[in-house]
Nanobody, 123 residues
Framework: QIKLVESGGGSVQVGGSLTLSCVAS????????LSWFRQAPGKEREGVAC???????TYADSVKGRFTVSRTGQKDIIILQMSNLQSEDTAMYFC?????????????????WGQGTQVTVSS
């Protein structure tokens, strides 16, 4: 089974930056899509960014121009570079993997999930 471990969360002021990392281990990782989702207390989970197994990426409209997603190494690490953070970005951020070649922000398409890393943005 694929294992996902996130790191890099923390507290930052509005306008600041953070970089999140997710290390994936297991089999057929290179063929899977790797994505970032987030969920704040009392709110539904939402997709943030994804890199498909085909190398293409997609972003939620709310983070375009501020967040950058990439895969490194042997395609087993996904990075989320976040800049100009706003209070609305405060959430638990999760890494997810799914057996699809094209990128997606639909959580039902992802079968494997990490435990999450907390991002808190304050004024």
């Amino acid at each position: 089974q694929i294992k996902l471990v996130e790191s890099g969360g923390g507290s930052v002021q509005v306008g600041g930056s953070l970089t999140l990392s997710c290390v994936a281990s297991g089999y057929v990782v290179s063929d899977y899509s790797l994505s970032w989702f987030r969920q704040a207390p009392g709110k539904e989970r939402e997709g943030v960014a994804c890199v498909g197994g085909d190398g293409r990426s997609t972003y939620a409209d709310s983070v375009k121009g501020r967040f950058t997603v990439s895969r490194t190494g042997q395609k087993d690490i996904i990075i989320l570079q976040m800049s100009n953070l706003q209070s609305e970005d405060t959430a638990m951020y999760f890494c997810a993997a799914g057996p699809y070649g094209s990128p997606s922000l639909d959580g039902v398409e992802f079968l494997y999930w990490g435990q999450g890393t907390q991002v808190t943005v304050s004024s």
